[in-house]
């Protein structure tokens, strides 16, 4: 069964920085528009990896007979 690594995550968080820091270093270095692809990979991937871990759902309602 796959469970949740902190480890797993904050490699796959390091390569995301590291992807789009590299992508805006080369776009203001080179000036060339093929460094935007690593800049909105990375977000895009940052966006993803924010939806897998940060619960955005109310918690869920107490049952009747619990009370």
Known sequence: ????S???FLVYLAALVL???G???????YRHWAFLAPILMGLFFFYICWEAVVE????PPRSKSGQ
């Open 56 to 59: 955005t759902q109310p918690t």
């Open 1 to 4: 069964m796959l469970s949740f």
């Open 6 to 8: 902190w480890g797993a």
């Open 23 to 29: 992508g805006i270093i080369g776009l203001i270095e």
């Open 19 to 21: 992807m789009t820091l």
